[in-house]
Structures are given as C-alpha cells and as structure tokens.
C-alpha cells in the first residue's frame, strides 16, 4: 500500500520525544506501576471513556459492578455494550495488532448481540455525522476489504514510528469505516493494541478515558482531517492525548504508592502494638509483601521516630514511641 498521507510536523516530533522520555519513567516503576490493581482501575477507566464517547453513560462504578459480577440498572443495550466491551478488552494482550483477522474477532466480541453481522465488513453505505449534518461518506462497501487489506500491509511494512503508525492506523480506520456500528469503539482499541506491541506498559495507560475527556476536540481534528485530506491534525492531537494519558498515570502511581506505603505503615505499627516480638518474616508473611517491603517501611518508620527496636535482632522486641495511631 502507499503510504496514507500525512506530514511529519516539528510539534509530532516534539511530542514523541516527550511520550519516549515518560515511558522511561514508567519503565523504571514498572514494578509500582503495573500493578494487578491499577490494571483494573485502567481497564476501567477504559471502558468508560470508550463508551461514554458513544453515548453509553453507564459509568466507572457501574462497570466495575458488572466486572464484579453484580446486577446493575441500566438499558438492555446498555449492558449489553459494556459487556462486549469488557470482553473485546479481555483480549487485549492477546491480539496480534498486525493481522486483519484478530480486528474481525475483536469486532466480533465487541458487538455480539448487538450486531447481526459482528465480525463482517459492511455491505452498506454509510455516513459520518457531525453537528452540521453528515460530515464524511465512508468509501463504498465493495471497497472495504481491499482498503483495509491495504492499510493492514502498510501498517506491517512500514518503518515509521509506532506511535505515528498507530495515529495514523486510528485515522485511516475511521475514514474507511469498515463496520456498520462499533467503529469508534475498535479504532481506539486497536490504536491502543499497537501502542501496547511498541510498550508493555500501555497496559495501565487508559488513553480512551482521556480522548473522552476532549471528545469535541476529537471529532473536530477528524473532520479537520478529513476536509485536508491527510491525518496531520489527527495524529497531533492524538499524540497529545496520549501524552496526557501518560503524565496522568504517572501521578497517579505516585499518588497510590504514597498511599500504599502510609497504609503498610500504619499496618506494620498495628501488629506490633499487638506484638511487639513478631519478627519481619511474620509480617511479611501476614502482610502479604517482601521482607525488603518490611525492612524498607520499618527503616522510615525509625527515622520518623515512630519505632525503636531493644535488645538484638533475635531476643529483642520492638517499641513504639508514638501515643497514638495515625
């Protein structure tokens, strides 16, 4: 395929170099970072953000009810939308971005139910709305496959960076509009799919939540795009957008490990108060963390002049020195 067109701007090199050295940063936390419970909180915030985009409003708490396994109020289509969608996410790790197949079979778990032809190309005619009316009118079903067989080569046999390859993937997907529903819905996924194949660490990168969060901006820089036929505008803005996703998830890393840490604490000091000759290995064991977790909190728990260890390391006990909990 020829390259979709597009032009290299001073702010997307810019921008890449930025999103590079915050993936750095990420990469160093990992372990903090990826954890078990901030994917989920990730995945969720995912999962609202994508539908709230297509006017499914069920919401954060309501989708981590139905991830739970709990009955919750809402629509038929509501439920059925959300529940689609935790399941084509489900897959996440598990597709292979280069392949149109695996995007047929995420199409396919994401509208089953909803859609009689869920995993098929559309045999109709559509058109994109805006507020002035119909903005865009996709390419004609009979050239669906071969457009998408066209961009699917490109997106395997091109050179250029992942991050402009998954804009541009994003943009080109939309324009074509392959599907007769669901199209918003697994063109954010599958931009997300190629930037997890460039870094693990897309995993706990909710970049749906924050596109929710410029939802007007977004589909002006489609319209943008569109009207000068190449995805410049597009890809800028979603650079940015996944800039943002970044930087927020880093805070909130930050803000949950200070936390985390201020819990095992209070938790530490709590099991010695009710013995004070428990050793490190029982708390760690209770605690479900690292003796270097313990080791690490008891150390900052000394300096703040909390605790005091008597006597040695084997017949000693430990002190508190503090009145009261915190």
Known sequence: MAKPPYTITTKMV????????????????????????????????????TLEIEGN???????????????????????????????????????NHKNIKELLRAHKI??????????????V??????????????PQPHFVPKLMEDLFDWLKNSDEHPLIKSCVFHYEFEFIHPFSDGNGRIGRLWQSVILYSW???????????????????????????????????????????????????????????VKSSVNTEDKILKLLKENSKITINELAHIL????????????????????????????GHWEIIINEMH
């Open 199 to 257: 870094k693990k660490a897309f995993i706990v990168i909710p970049t749906e939540s924050i596109v929710r969060d410029y939802q007007k901006r977004y589909y002006q820089v489609l319209e943008e795009s569109g009207s000068l036929g190449e995805s410049t505008p597009f890809i800028e803005f979603m650079l940015e957008v996944i800039l943002k996703s970044i930087e927020k998830s880093l805070k909130s890393s930050v803000k949950n490990s």
């Open 14 to 49: 810019n921008l890449i170099s930025k999103i590079s050295e915050e993936m750095t940063k990420i990469e160093v936390e990992e372990k903090n970072i990826i954890t078990p419970a901030l994917r989920k909180i990730s995945r969720i915030k995912t999962l609202a953000g």
């Open 110 to 123: 994401l509208m089953s139910g909803i859609l009689k032809t869920a995993g098929n190309f559309r045999t």
């Open 57 to 95: 409003f069920l919401g954060e708490e309501k989708i981590t009810a139905i991830l739970d396994g709990k009955r919750v109020l809402g629509t038929y289509q509501e439920i059925l939308e959300v529940e689609g969608a935790i399941n084509a996410y489900k897959e996440f790790e598990n597709y």
């Open 125 to 138: 005619n559509v058109g994109v709305g805006g507020k002035d009316g119909v903005t865009h009118i996709a």
């Open 288 to 315: 479900n963390l690292t003796t270097r977790a313990i080791e690490k909190s008891i150390a900052k728990l000394k300096v703040e002049n909390k605790l005091l260890r008597v006597g040695s390391a084997r017949k």
